[in-house]
């Protein structure tokens, strides 16, 4: 991962100042909450400065993938301007073209680091995580995060560190440990600290973890522009790289509205439905919805008539193993417990967020709707359930905040 500075850009007085928890592995992470997710629900989060911690620090959780610990916090710190993300590995060459350019004799890059990006699916929602190397990735966050020096060491430790606003919304286990990943290929992480990210950035892995989740390597670029407009040098870059598909996302518009809509986004979700999605690459277009790159449409979607649904629309990764579990609940004679299906894919956030679902990928389906309403124990007969899952689908009727008229793809089955 490399990393590079040449100028140090102005006062970062008016950054929002941030808070931070640690979590022990004894102490219990806790489901994330009781309302998975839900704003309505979500409890106030008790929260620990740096400087107020307590004398006694929890215990971290037993070491899996570590890096060497970053030390004190080194070099002053930058802004975080703008975030570059590819599908593959940023080659050498490319880095160096995009971190030299310069703008009326100034240069258009102070400050770059390179990381690791891809996304996570947990319970319908779609997080970045990102791995990246502590000292260098630190030094673009506001300041109490940058100087919160345990939350770095967690993160060499085998640790992630996870964005605060997602303090009681994630479903950890008793340990404070989150499944990554999907069907065969998920990996029990622990979360260390809870603390201010990057832009766009959900929580943060180190290197070695990042390479076991199986995030694209080194395939993101977070810059600092220096004297020069992010805008300026968004544009000089776009005029550089042409045709070569780099998403490249204004950090101060989305800190001000959630999201840039001046550009499209990249989705490379890791897990074992990682084929299923390939790169999901999206332009948002108000109104909370997406406009998926026309050309993944047309490799990853379809429309097939299915028993008892009738016509529908879904990933074609999910048909054969949609079909196979309807035939079944058909042969069993539950057809009846179907009444009706709400969508498969259908392209937007997540109501209320700027958070894709798995239904932007047709990867989920909503079934018998009014009946199973967010949040109850629903009326989903159980032996549709099993048989969904035999199937490979995961139903959210079993998350902390629960849906039990969503099924979604969790593993790859092939029906024979």
């Not at 009326?104 to 779609?126: F, H, M, P, Y």
């Not at 004297?227 to 790289?241: H, L, N, T, W, Y």
């Not at 700027?354 to 990867?363: E, I, K």
């Not at 959210?396 to 969790?410: I, R």
């Amino acid at each position: 991962m490399r990393v590079g500075q040449r100028r140090a850009r102005g006062s970062l007085a008016a950054m929002a100042t941030a808070v931070f928890v640690l979590l022990a592995a004894a102490c219990g992470g806790g489901s994330a909450g009781s309302d998975g997710g839900d704003p309505s629900t979500t409890a106030a989060a008790s929260s620990t400065s740096p400087t107020d911690a307590p004398p006694s620090t929890p215990d971290a959780a037993p070491a899996l993938y570590t890096v060497e610990p970053p030390g004190p916090r080194a070099g002053a710190l930058v802004g975080d301007d703008l975030l570059i993300v590819s599908a593959d590995t940023i080659p050498d060459d490319v880095v160096d073209q995009i971190t030299s350019l310069r703008w009326k004799g100034q240069d258009g890059v102070s400050a770059w680091t390179q990381l690791s990006v891809g996304q996570i699916s947990v319970e319908n929602k779609l997080y970045n995580l990102a791995a990246v190397e502590a000292a260098e990735y630190r030094r673009f966050t506001v300041q109490d995060s940058a100087d919160f020096q345990e939350q770095w060491d967690r993160v060499a430790g085998g640790e992630m560190a996870v964005r605060l606003e997602l303090q009681d919304k994630l479903p950890l286990d008793e340990d404070g440990y989150l499944a990554v990943g999907s069907g065969e290929e998920t990996h029990p992480v622990h979360i260390g600290a809870y603390g201010q990210q990057v832009g766009t950035i959900d929580g943060v892995v180190n290197q070695e973890w990042g390479e076991v989740l199986g995030l694209p390597t080194d395939n993101a670029l977070l810059l600092n522009t220096g004297g020069v407009s992010p805008q300026v040098v968004r544009e000089q870059i776009e005029k550089a790289m042409g045709e070569q598909a780099l998403s490249i996302t204004a950090l101060d518009i989305v800190a001000e509205t959630g999201i840039d809509p001046d550009t499209f986004q990249t989705v490379q979700p890791v897990g074992s439905f990682g084929d299923a999605v390939g790169v999901f690459r999206y332009t948002p277009i108000g109104g909370g919805r997406v406009q998926p790159d026309p050309a993944w449409v047309r490799e990853y979607i379809v429309t097939e008539t299915l028993p008892i649904l009738g016509q529908l629309t879904c990933n074609k990764y999910m048909m054969p193993q949609l079909r196979a579990a309807l035939l079944e609940v058909q042969r069993r004679g539950l057809a009846d417990e179907i009444k009706y299906h709400v969508g498969c894919y259908y392209p937007r956030f997540i109501a209320g967020t700027t958070t894709l679902s798995n239904h932007s990928f047709g990867l989920a389906i909503d079934i018998n709707s009014r009946e199973n309403q967010r949040g109850t124990v629903g009326e989903m007969n159980r032996e549709v359930v099993a048989i969904f899952k035999l199937w490979g689908f995961a139903w959210g009727g079993d998350w902390a905040y629960t849906d039990p008229m969503h099924f979604e793809l969790e593993r790859i089955v092939n029906p024979g």
